[in-house]
């Protein structure tokens, strides 16, 4: 009999979706197992474009450092067309890559292998992946009570070097990729259409007078279309390049792809000193038609939604999947939160994968000429409806809907009327009263599963000010402590964070409520870093926060931050109480 190994978490693929669920895992100190068939780590990745919230992510993380030093940084667009199909192609005009109040963070390219290979550093110096092992088989014991959290009712098994091996788990994760093993076991299909769009894409060093060879280029040829990447290191680019109508993948060769090219970029020479990568494939858009078993196991990335590579989503995507459940997880297996948690993740990315397959399907059609010549859709009116996708492909426009994690009130715009309950919480510069620094305030939240409580408590020089927050800090220090285990930091589950409004040096630190100074870690100190003034700073000016988030600083407001950043609340200073039975709603209460 094959013996079974038993581990609370189970990750099938140690892609983008599977290895950012597994940070999650390790910063929860939830023991985990990644099985992955490949021989080792990912060494060339085929996605390349890093998204706006995903540079979010990794710096939350800590880790965006590395990333933005090595990759392209894509800052500019410019659009190329053929007015005159002899003459070739012309160009149009350049636009911004995003608009500067999607994100302070940049679009940057950086290959996939890259990223897996920072993540994994998050993971500890002997990772728990177990290469050369292929998942063949998943089974969830239907009598299962999903409220257990001592019993391992899915069965794994799986092959490693020829060799049988079974797991028990009590959740695992369908990390594993468009052909998910996972999916096809547990009997889910994947429902869609593709389309008789077939597009080559090579990695190349190019010699060439084409002036654009560095930017971030659109280019609507008479012959096709394609879309310029410069990658990261100065010298090699990316093509994504439509084929002729007709075209068929198994026809499709780098010679054919060269000569297509050339044609695409006259009257300007493309020589191709080298070709690194290339491949070709055609369009098709499908989403799994279910992405969890019981709350047992759930689908992500490529396992659940394929699409095409134009907006560069793919990878951005799935690692916002393992994102989204890492941390619920690993709130659920500490005993903080309850299980049922878990649920908001299919409700949430599940509705986030549909919305892709639809912006897929109408961005992919910009992109083929038959399309836009029978839609009228002219050069100026492609590089406008482009531009426009900005948000959306810039991951900033996922907005997830009301649930016990997401409590959207109808007031919720005149206390804070540039945030959105439901979608990523912005970020402005702040000055941290500690010790005078210029910061994004997204910085003092970093990704370490706690929840954060940012109270915008207006001018403290003011006595009715001071004596409103000395009123909310007594509610919402026996708020925390009834949903903080003994031993756990003041600050362990639910964090708190105060931007006061005016001039710092008016209000002494002393005089503020010891919740926002709790005493924490190893040496028992006073936490002063949770305390951020929207002031003039000394060297970067003036972040104006209280205006970049829509607050009234007569009236204040709170604003309640999910671990992952998305807004999870919002309420005046005087519905402080409100915020107990919110966290009651899925936390579970303080056991000694």
Not at 162 to 183: E, M, P
């Amino acid at each position: 009999m094959t013996p079974e190994e038993r581990v609370p978490v189970l990750i099938a693929g140690s892609g983008s979706a599977g290895l950012c669920a597994a940070v999650w895992l390790a910063r929860f100190n939830i023991p985990y197992k990644i099985l992955e068939r490949r021989n080792g780590p990912l060494e060339i990745g085929q996605a390349d474009g890093v998204q706006t919230r995903t540079v979010e992510i990794f710096d939350s993380f800590g880790i965006a450092e590395e990333m933005l030093r090595e990759a392209y940084h894509v800052l500019e667009i410019a659009f190329w067309s053929a007015p005159d199909a002899e003459k070739g192609i012309k160009r149009a005009k350049y636009e911004a890559d995003k608009e500067t109040e999607i994100s302070h963070q940049p679009h940057v390219i950086l290959n996939q292998a890259r990223l897996n290979e920072l993540m994994t550093g998050l993971l500890g110096s002997n990772p728990p992946i177990e290469y050369r092992c292929e998942v063949k088989n998943v089974v969830v014991d239907e009598n299962a009570d999903s409220n257990d959290l001592e019993s391992y009712p899915v069965r794994v098994d799986a092959v490693r070097d020829g060799v049988q091996k079974t797991y028990r788990a009590k959740y695992v994760l369908g990390c594993d990729g468009a052909h998910s093993i996972v999916r096809k076991s547990l009997g889910f299909k994947m429902v869609g259409d593709s389309s008789d769009a077939v597009w080559g894409v090579m990695d190349i060093y190019p010699r060439t007078n084409f002036p654009d060879i560095r930017k971030k280029a659109v280019i609507n040829s008479a012959v096709g279309n394609i879309l310029l990447i410069p990658r990261e290191g100065d010298s090699m680019v990316r093509f994504y390049t439509e084929l002729p109508a007709g075209t068929k993948v198994s026809d499709v060769s780098l010679e054919k792809l060269h000569d297509h090219a050339r044609k695409v970029f006259h009257p300007y020479e493309m020589e191709f000193a080298e070709t690194f990568w290339w491949s070709a494939y055609s369009i098709g858009q499908r989403r799994a038609d279910f992405f969890h078993q019981d709350h047992r196991v759930f689908l992500t990335g490529d396992a659940c939604h394929t699409h095409s590579p134009k907006a560069g989503q793919g990878m951005n995507v799935s690692l916002q999947d393992g994102h989204n459940i890492g941390w619920k997880l690993g709130m659920v297996l500490q005993g903080l939160a309850r299980p049922d948690i878990l649920e908001t993740y299919v409700l949430e990315r599940e509705r986030t994968a549909t919305e892709l397959i639809d912006f897929d399907r109408k961005f992919t059609k910009l992109f083929n000429t038959k399309y836009r010549q029978e839609h009228g859709i002219t050069a100026g009116m492609f590089a406008e409806q482009f531009t426009k996708a900005g948000r959306y492909t810039a991951g900033q426009a996922v907005q997830y809907d009301a649930s016990a994690i997401t409590d959207i009130g109808e007031h919720d715009k005149e206390l804070v009327a540039k945030v959105t309950v439901g979608m990523r919480f912005p970020t402005a510069q702040v000055v941290r009263s500690c010790d005078a620094k210029a910061m994004q305030l997204v910085k003092g939240l970093p990704a370490n599963g706690q929840w954060y409580i940012v109270v915008f408590s207006g001018d403290l020089s003011q006595p009715e000010a001071m004596s409103r927050l000395d009123k909310i800090s007594s509610t919402l220090s026996q708020t925390v402590q009834r949903l903080t285990p003994t031993g756990v930091d003041p600050d362990g589950v639910i964090d708190r964070i105060l931007v006061t409004a005016g001039d710092r040096k008016k209000v002494e630190l002393d005089t503020i409520p010891d919740f926002f100074t709790p005493v924490t870690g190893k040496w028992k100190m006073k936490n002063l870093g949770k305390i951020y003034a929207d002031d003039e700073s000394y060297n970067s000016g003036h972040g104006h926060a209280y205006e970049a988030y829509g607050v009234d600083a007569s009236k204040g407001a709170i604003v309640v931050v999910r671990p992952d950043h998305y807004v999870a609340k919002v309420c005046r200073l005087e519905d402080v109480e409100s915020l107990g039975s919110f966290f009651e709603g899925f936390l579970v209460p303080a056991r000694s």
